[in-house]
């Protein structure tokens, strides 16, 4: 019988435990706080934001999200941002992608500092991750890092296949993983035969948001399963492997929704208290 | 017949390109400079850089190297390299590796101001590497990505495999790879069954220093094969490949001496040019 892992639970037990460092801060006159930069009015951004910011709260922080109209120009973000870093001095500050086309991404990012860079998306802190000196570990890395622990994968030896290249997940995972000398392997899109790739993979980490994509032919039998797409059809969220028929032939898989999801909240706001507990 | 990837015949062209620039410089009253720090007495170390200086001056440059004890402390290292950037302005700077163990290297390297970084080896140019927003690429990548599009390889839908996970070459090559939206496989001295990867791969980079690591048995028919590695016996040099087999097997391939070791002092005097008709 396969395991479905419950990003839930796990997400619990980090939220306790950083309701706790809270506590602790608070007794120090410190209250945690994170800062979110909305752009424009994407639904699933919006949506995305509400959660972070609900289980702030939720565990004693402070969050407050600012929101900018779809116009805005890059120039006009980055003062903004600045402006905001330098009166409000959140201790963690994240811009929500995606930005819209007519906005230089990471001239953007790049303006956030980086000890309050808790998405670890700064060209400094990735070329930290890329030395193994970060501070951050970007919290979707952190929340499949976490999942692996608790499945006590050994990841020396271990073949690890990435479908999906993005800067959220593919490109730092890699960086990650390298560090932890595992073998890795990252497809995209133009990888011509896919399922040549996935099913010698002992670990399969997909992150493509196309529904259907991992089809239970594609994945080896015990394989470890981490389904970090999403995408919509109607209200409903999906994952990129098919997950009934997955599951049955995978040693353990995450759901969608309550997978990887729940997880990468809880160690964004583990991050947002580090960089609150680190001395200016 | 396979062919033989002749680096030097390579290399002199891009010297003779780099020396034209070198001309248009001087009529400006720019002489291109580069400094190389040198930590004790590893003699395969002071070759490589002997072979440097030979270069820079042939092509009309100056190139200064900075001799430290074995002894020598981060500390101190540290100081003298910010004190010879302050004082003799180089246009471009490197750090010759391998540097004692005593040493903490990132450190070290990161005193390179980045627009003199002609290795890219600080943090903030391999983040700049991640993001794809880069002024230099690591000389050796860049020689890798020369004799790929020598040999008039389109990236996409190419499954590459790379042996070797070091800072010089198999990181810093992946983060341009998956720029270039190549499919990645990256294995190390863990990888379980080395063949069962290297088998399928469409270009082979090998980057380990070990002695016939790769046989013939080990690639796919009319790959290329890119030897980076390194190793000594006696004087005598030797890449990864067991060349005299291999190259049967190969579409082509790169010997070792003679492949992509000149073209990396190439690239690397290239990008302290590139450095030096950068305004300050």
Chains 1, 2 share one sequence.
């Not at 890395?141 to 479908?163: G, Q, R, T, W």
């Not at 493509?208 to 399963?225: E, F």
Request: glycine residues 6%; contains cysteine; proline residues 5%.
């Amino acid at each position: 019988m396969s395991k479905i892992i419950d990003g839930n639970a796990l997400a619990n037990t980090i939220h306790a435990e950083t309701a706790e460092l809270v506590k602790i801060l608070k007794m120090q006159k410190i209250v945690p706080k994170l800062a979110v930069f909305l752009v424009g009015k994407n639904p699933a951004s919006a949506s995305y934001v509400e959660k972070k910011k609900k289980w702030a709260e939720y565990i004693g922080m402070n969050c407050e999200v600012y929101k900018f109209p779809e116009t805005i120009t890059t120039k006009k973000l980055v003062e903004e941002i600045k402006k905001i870093q330098q009166t409000k001095k959140p201790h963690g500050c994240i811009v929500q992608l995606p930005l819209p086309v007519h906005i230089d991404r990471q001239e953007v990012l790049n303006t956030i500092l980086p000890k309050r860079d808790v998405d670890c998306l700064t060209e400094i802190n990735l070329g930290k991750l890329a030395t193994g000196r970060t501070i951050f570990y970007p919290p979707t890395v952190s929340a499949i890092l976490h999942i692996l622990e608790e499945e006590k994968v050994n990841l020396k030896e271990k073949h690890v296949v990435i479908v999906g290249a993005g800067i959220l997940v593919g490109k730092p995972l890699t960086s990650v993983l390298l560090y932890k000398e595992a073998t890795v392997t990252i497809c995209n899109k133009y990888t011509k035969n896919l399922k040549k790739q996935t099913k010698y993979a002992d670990i399969l980490v997909t992150a493509v948001g196309q529904k259907d994509l991992i089809r239970k032919d594609m994945i080896k039998r015990n394989a470890i399963v981490i389904d970090v797409g999403v995408s919509f059809k109607g209200k409903k969220m999906y994952g990129d492997a098919e997950f009934a028929k997955v599951m049955k032939k995978a040693k353990s898989i995450t759901p969608t929704p309550g997978g990887v999801g729940p997880l990468t909240v809880a160690f964004l706001l583990r991050n947002t208290v580090i960089a609150a507990s680190t001395k200016e």
